[in-house]
Antibody
Framework: EVQLVESGGGLVQPGRSLRLSCAAS????????MHWVRQAPGKGLEWVSG????????GYADSVKGRFTISRDNAKNSLYLQMNSLRAEDTALYYC?????????WGQGTLVTVSS | DIQMTQSPSSLSASVGDRVTITCQAS??????LNWYQQKPGKAPKLLIY???NLETGVPSRFSGSGSGTDFTFTISSLQPEDIATYYC??????????FGQGTKLEIK
């Protein structure tokens, strides 16, 4: 059974950092690209970042470029999102997602709240 | 960057109605388009991939069409359990993917 479990969310002050993790199981992790997608309270979906299976291709939304860094550890079946210089507008539920097309699977998300 | 314009933003229809949602890309994305359904408090669920392919296990009343810049998502006969918000997503412009703004579907 495919599972994606996000962790690392919480309340953080503006300007501080947070690192999200996503633990994957039930599939061959290093066969797939992985993504972070977020959803602010009451708002729509926003793709945040994606990373290819071997970390050779990485992309970011303009809203987080230069502040967020995606990475993966295929030996640990884990995906990460290092979030620096956090802003109030980064407050959202952050989902980890396996691939994008057919067979995609999403975790249940971890909530990040940026507030003083 | 590719922008996705989805319409309408909200829609009210009756059970049994045919429902259509459109999504327009700011540039040619071939058929690299997904449609997702999201119910309150749940993660999004993929319904259609590559613009017109039905994901495994998804009821056949859902369908998608289009290529290039103009795409359509259709529910042939609306059911009460289809009440949700629907999103299109392009995945042509590596390494950036973008979602449409969403369409909230309600029962009339």
């Amino acid at each position: 059974e495919v599972q994606l479990v996000e962790s690392g969310g919480g309340l953080v002050q503006p300007g501080r950092s947070l690192r999200l993790s996503c633990a994957a199981s039930g599939f061959t992790f290093d066969d797939y690209a992985m993504h972070w997608v977020r959803q602010a309270p009451g708002k729509g979906l926003e793709w945040v970042s994606g990373i290819s299976w071997n970390s050779g291709s990485i992309g970011y939304a303009d809203s987080v470029k230069g502040r967020f860094t995606i990475s993966r550890d295929n030996a640990k079946n884990s995906l990460y999102l290092q979030m620096n210089s956090l802003r109030a507008e980064d407050t959202a539920l952050y989902y980890c997602a396996k691939d994008i097309g057919s067979g995609t699977f999403w975790g249940q998300g971890t909530l990040v709240t940026v507030s003083s | 960057d590719i922008q996705m314009t989805q319409s309408p933003s909200s829609l009210s229809a009756s059970v049994g109605d045919r429902v259509t949602i459109t999504c327009q890309a700011s540039q040619d994305i071939s058929n690299y388009l997904n449609w997702y359904q999201q119910k309150p408090g749940k993660a999004p669920k993929l319904l259609i991939y590559d613009a017109s392919n039905l994901e495994t296990g998804v009821p056949s009343r859902f369908s998608g069409s289009g290529s290039g810049t103009d795409f359509t998502f259709t529910i042939s006969s609306l059911q009460p359990e289809d009440i949700a918000t629907y999103y299109c997503q392009q995945y042509d412009n590596l390494p950036q993917y973008t979602f449409g703004q969403g369409t909230k579907l309600e029962i009339k």
